[in-house]
């Protein structure tokens, strides 16, 4: 599965931000699909996961009530909307997959599939 993470940016602390995750080709129907950052110097972290078969949401605690995952079936692809932006959000975000059922979703390991990432800057 090949993943592409789009949407990143820089942004005013406050500002808002959309970030995409395609599978050219690759229905996400049967994956559960995170979102995952990596910040300089810091461990990579999960921030929201979605299961594509119940469609339970989770999200840490840090970017929770300001972000929002979902789905698009149509359009093959899974999105993170961010709100409210802080400086502190500041890292290289990702997109990982795994076939579905997925037990720990903010954790990593039991993805198997991950894109480039794409950068998000958020200044003060």
């Known amino acids: 599965v090949q993943l592409v993470e789009s949407g990143g940016g820089s942004v005013q602390a406050g500002g808002s931000l959309r970030l995409s995750c395609a599978a050219p080709?690759?229905?996400?129907?049967?994956?559960?699909i995170g979102w995952f950052r990596q910040a300089p110097g810091k461990e990579r972290e999960g921030v929201s996961w979605i299961s594509e078969a119940d469609g339970y949401i989770d999200y840490v605690d840090a970017v929770r009530g300001r972000s929002t995952i979902s789905s698009d079936v149509a359009k093959n692809t899974v999105s993170l909307q961010m709100n409210r932006l802080k400086p502190e959000d500041t890292a290289v975000y990702y997109c990982?997959?795994?076939?579905?059922?997925?037990?720990?979703?903010?954790?990593?390991?039991?993805?198997?599939?991950w894109g480039q990432g794409t950068q998000v800057t958020v200044s003060s």
């Open positions: 080709g690759c229905p996400l129907g049967t994956y559960d």
């Open positions: 990982k997959a795994a076939l579905a059922p997925v037990n720990n979703g903010l954790g990593s390991s039991e993805y198997k599939f």
